[in-house]
């Protein structure tokens, strides 16, 4: 019964920074092991603990697709003692990982329907990981959509992705930013999310909405989405909290009975409702 | 059950032995504040009598600070090392009821999906040798949840006091009769009638509420003022977290770090502490004593019982006895039991 530590992480190699904001990086990270590199695979909005040794471990999301199996990716904002030690790292130093955990999207059940994707600000980072799953098997899917927005330009991720999907003509994706948060040349929309998706959002029949983002947004995102006809098992988002073990022990991360870190991160609209508010 | 008699003086040599037998015995210290390993006889505190201990034994199986792993930085390439972990063959002697199902209790959390192996390598295997509980004070209430002072749930051994120099040794589990077969020499044989005559004397404290009732309250008033009415008296110390013979939330951090070496810890935590829920961004899901209290409340008397179909509160009363300003969780209970 008592078998592994399962506290010990793999030790991985950042292969790739990108600097996407001012204050925020995406890592490239592959395992320094072989043959972990071999097993380990993952899901859909599954996420780890990345640590620092001798500053401790932080919980992102893997923001990059399970379909991409040599690497994994993850995006964080400067903020706090590990996210500032993990700011000075550079390529070729290591990170701490342990993972994956935590559920997943039924990226199995959305095959054969349209997709709306629907994120704000860092939001985007488990979003990206279903994108890019969904784009990489885009013959399974039917329309996809993505709706990505934040406070100002400067405040965008993944503008290199963000361009690709603009470009490619299978998918439809529309960018905005708050208004003001605008730059001189900017051809996207303005505005707040909410007001984007009624805009543009496609017809609820068929469809699955992922929204994910600051909790302001999805507050006022999910009404507008009940109102397109969204059915409340069709709005999927994700829950953040604290959590330090990611293993349903540590006890800091449940809202009422629910442990985010193993009954979610991800979850259905009509299971957030039935959630005691208090996240 | 099988019952047998052991005196008093039978006890110390069979402690004795265990020691001798490489038994790590763990028992209630004279002052009745804490546990520890128990180097001979002379230290035995086996005594109906007694109040709870300040703080439960959990940390014998749930260590109050230990390290998960240790690190080498070579050259900017990380050796991990393992901490080892000897196998010890724990027993925890004189029990009280509202003690020895801690263990049970705490193996769930720790056991489902993952399991932790810093909590099983202790657990498992331990033998609890448990005592009818012969105190009471306005603190206790295990007979609130499920328990009562003469129960010999969670003991594998279990002592009934005959008199100042005997003792009845229940048999109550498997594991409790192939333990105790290679002592047979210090048992006689018992009376059962005599212990159940004092086991039915022993007086039961009130049962002060129904956890069923005080769980489905839990449900339908995640809102109300009971909470912030007790969160603004309590001061947030964690008291209550460090002395509960089942709370077991930790933290993970990183201690005694430089660049070439250093240890990441596994650290008692409370729910109690502003900073436990503390988001990155400032955000804070339990902003307020009010609600700390209520997660205390709600994941003692609901979420452990939806979860693992057991209440998180075995009804010892170290929570309210040791609390700096007066908070009686069975009182608050109670109020709630009275709401419902």
Same mark, same amino acid.
């Given at each position: 019964?008592?078998?592994?530590?399962?506290?010990?992480?793999?030790?991985?190699?950042?292969?790739?920074?990108?600097?996407?904001?001012?204050? &925020?990086?995406?890592?490239?990270?592959?395992?320094?092991?072989?043959?972990?590199?071999?097993?380990?695979?993952?899901?859909?909005?599954?996420?780890?603990?990345?640590?620092?040794?001798?500053?401790? !471990?932080?919980?992102?999301?893997?923001?990059?697709?399970?379909?991409?199996?040599?690497?994994?990716?993850?995006?964080?904002?400067?903020?706090?003692?590990?996210?500032?030690?993990?700011?000075?790292?550079?390529?070729?130093?290591?990170?701490?990982?342990? +993972?994956?955990? +935590?559920?997943y999207f039924p990226v199995e059940e959305m095959k054969g329907k349209n997709v709306v994707f629907i994120a704000?600000?860092?939001?985007?980072?488990?979003?990206?990981?279903?994108?890019?799953?969904?784009?990489?098997?885009?013959?399974?899917?039917?329309?996809?959509?993505?709706?990505?927005?934040?406070?100002?330009?400067?405040?965008?991720?993944?503008?290199?992705?963000?361009? !690709?999907?603009?470009?490619?003509?299978?998918?439809?994706?529309?960018?905005?930013?708050?208004?003001?948060?605008?730059?001189?040349?900017?051809?996207?929309?303005? +505005?707040?999310?909410?007001?984007?998706?009624?805009?543009?959002a496609p017809k609820a029949e068929n469809t699955v909405a992922i929204v994910c983002g600051p909790p302001i947004?999805?507050?006022? &995102?999910?009404?507008?989405?009940?109102?397109?006809?969204?059915?409340?098992?069709?709005?999927?988002?994700?829950?953040?909290?604290?959590?330090?073990c990611g293993l349903g022990k540590c006890g800091r991360c449940n809202v009422g009975n629910v442990y985010v870190?193993?009954?979610?991160?991800?979850?259905?609209?009509?299971?957030?409702?039935?959630?005691?508010?208090?996240? | 059950?099988?019952?047998?008699?052991?005196?008093?003086?039978?006890?110390?040599?069979?402690?004795?032995?265990?020691?001798?037998?490489?038994?790590?015995?763990?028992?209630?210290?004279?002052?009745? =504040?804490?546990?520890?390993?128990?180097?001979?006889?002379?230290?035995?505190?086996?005594?109906?009598?007694?109040?709870?201990?300040?703080?439960?034994?959990? #940390?014998?199986?749930?260590? *109050?600070?230990?390290? =998960?792993?240790?690190?080498?930085?070579?050259?900017?390439?990380?050796?991990?090392?393992?901490?080892?972990?000897?196998?010890?063959?724990?027993?925890?002697?004189?029990?009280?009821?509202?003690?020895?199902?801690?263990?049970?209790?705490?193996?769930?959390?720790?056991?489902?999906?993952?399991?932790? *192996?810093?909590?099983?390598?202790?657990?498992?295997?331990?033998?609890?040798?448990?005592?009818?509980?012969?105190?009471?004070?306005?603190?206790?209430?295990?007979?609130?949840?499920?328990?009562?002072?003469?129960?010999?749930?969670?003991?594998?051994?279990?002592?009934?006091?005959?008199?100042?120099?005997?003792?009845?040794?229940? =048999?109550?589990?498997?594991?409790?009769?192939?333990?105790?077969?290679?002592?047979?020499?210090?048992?006689?044989?018992?009376?059962?009638?005599?212990?159940?005559? =004092?086991?039915?004397?022993?007086?039961?404290?009130?049962?002060?509420? #129904?956890?069923?009732?005080?769980? #489905?309250?839990?449900?339908?008033?995640?809102?109300?003022?009971?909470?912030?009415?007790?969160?603004? @008296? %309590?001061?947030?110390?964690?008291?209550?977290?460090?002395?509960?013979?089942?709370?077991?939330?930790?933290?993970?951090?990183?201690?005694?770090?430089?660049?070439?070496?250093?240890?990441?810890?596994?650290?008692?935590?409370?729910?109690?502490?502003?900073?436990?829920?503390?988001?990155?961004?400032?955000?804070?899901?339990?902003?307020?004593?009010?609600?700390?209290?209520?997660?205390? @409340?709600?994941? *003692?008397? *609901?979420?452990?019982?939806?979860?693992?179909?057991?209440?998180?509160?075995?009804?010892?009363?170290?929570?309210?006895?040791? %609390?700096?300003?007066?908070?009686? @969780?069975?009182?608050?209970?109670? #109020?709630?039991?009275?709401?419902?």
């Open positions: 019964m008592s078998g592994s530590n399962i506290y010990k992480p793999e030790m991985m190699e950042i292969t790739d920074i990108v600097q996407e904001t001012s204050d &925020t990086k995406t890592f490239r990270l592959k395992f320094k092991n072989e043959s972990t590199a071999k097993s380990f695979s993952f899901k859909a909005g599954q996420f780890g603990e990345y640590g620092v040794f001798g500053e401790g !471990e932080s919980t992102f999301c893997i923001a990059s697709s399970p379909t991409r199996s040599e690497y994994i990716e993850c995006s964080f904002k400067q903020i706090g003692k590990v996210t500032t030690a993990l700011t000075r790292l550079r390529v070729g130093d290591s990170v701490g990982f342990r +993972g994956p955990y +935590g559920n704000g600000g860092i939001g985007l980072a488990p979003v990206r990981c279903v994108i890019w799953n969904t784009l990489d098997l885009r013959n399974d899917f039917k329309d996809v959509t993505i709706i990505y927005g934040a406070r100002s330009f400067n405040d965008l991720v993944y503008k290199r992705e963000l361009k !690709e999907w603009k470009e490619r003509k299978d998918i439809k994706t529309v960018v905005t930013v708050d208004p003001g948060g605008e730059v001189p040349d900017w051809d996207g929309e303005i +505005g707040f999310v909410p007001a984007i998706v009624e805009k543009v947004m999805i507050k006022f &995102t999910i009404p507008v989405l009940q109102k397109l006809g969204f059915a409340e098992e069709n709005i999927i988002t994700t829950l953040e909290n604290r959590m330090k870190c193993k009954d979610g991160p991800v979850f259905t609209y009509a299971q957030m409702k039935e959630l005691p508010q208090e996240y | 059950m099988e019952e047998k008699i052991i005196s008093l003086d039978n006890l110390s040599f069979f402690v004795n032995d265990l020691i001798k037998d490489n038994h790590i015995v763990i028992g209630q210290d004279s002052k009745e =504040i804490n546990w520890k390993r128990i180097t001979g006889a002379k230290d035995i505190v086996v005594n109906s009598k007694n109040i709870p201990s300040n703080i439960s034994y959990k #940390e014998f199986v749930f260590a *109050k600070t230990e390290p =998960i792993i240790y690190y080498k930085n070579k050259k900017d390439e990380f050796d991990i090392v393992e901490p080892a972990l000897p196998r010890q063959k724990l027993v925890f002697l004189g029990a009280k009821p509202c003690d020895a199902r801690s263990i049970e209790i705490m193996s769930k959390v720790f056991n489902w999906d993952y399991k932790d *192996k810093f909590f099983n390598e202790r657990a498992e295997g331990s033998i609890v040798i448990g005592v009818a509980c012969n105190y009471q004070d306005k603190f206790c209430f295990c007979t609130s949840v499920g328990l009562s002072p003469v129960t010999e749930k969670g003991s594998d051994l279990f002592l009934v006091p005959l008199d100042e120099k005997n003792f009845a040794l229940q =048999i109550v589990t498997e594991r409790g009769k192939e333990f105790i077969q290679p002592y047979q020499k210090y048992l006689s044989d018992g009376n059962q009638a005599k212990s159940k005559e =004092i086991l039915s004397k022993i007086k039961n404290p009130e049962k002060r509420f #129904e956890t069923s009732k005080v769980s #489905e309250w839990l449900t339908n008033n995640f809102e109300h003022k009971i909470f912030d009415n007790v969160g603004d @008296i %309590c001061v947030g110390c964690g008291q209550c977290a460090f002395a509960c013979p089942v709370c077991h939330c930790f933290d993970i951090v990183d201690e005694e770090c430089d660049y070439s070496s250093g240890r990441r810890m596994k650290n008692w935590d409370a729910c109690q502490f502003g900073l436990f829920t503390l988001h990155g961004s400032g955000h804070n899901p339990r902003e307020t004593q009010g609600k700390r209290y209520r997660q205390r @409340i709600a994941h *003692k008397f *609901k979420y452990y019982q939806d979860k693992f179909d057991e209440v998180l509160c075995t009804g010892c009363g170290r929570c309210s006895r040791g %609390c700096p300003v007066g908070i009686d @969780i069975a009182e608050v209970v109670a #109020e709630i039991n009275s709401l419902a």
